[in-house]
């Protein structure tokens, strides 16, 4: 049995009595966009979300429409033999992780 002169005290605490609270997180700081700044109805946009997608697609078509592709293809092809190597072997590296 240990010796009560030997136990460790647990330092004094200074909190609140909100923060004694079961459960209570009022003592966290919220981001102002979570604190109700968005309009009612609204919901915070996830992955996968409809409206998400619409803008991407928005944007891939309008990308598409406007820039020229083959002059960025052009600037985007590798810049020696050893780049290209370097990228081969990245891209066989990125594979070896996939799940297929």
């Known amino acids: 049995m240990p010796d009560k002169s030997q136990q460790q005290q647990q330092p004094s605490r200074s909190t609140s009595q909100s923060q004694q609270q079961a459960g209570s997180t009022d003592f966290q700081s919220k981001p102002a966009a979570q604190q109700g700044d968005q309009p009612q109805g609204q919901q915070e946009m996830g992955e996968g979300s409809y409206e998400a997608t619409r803008d991407y697609q928005k944007n891939i078509k309008d990308y598409l429409d406007k820039a020229d592709v083959n002059s960025d293809a052009e600037k985007a092809k590798p810049r020696s033999e050893q780049e290209a190597r ?15």
């Open 86 to 100: 370097e990228l081969e072997q990245a891209e066989r590296e990125g594979k070896s992780h996939s799940k297929e």
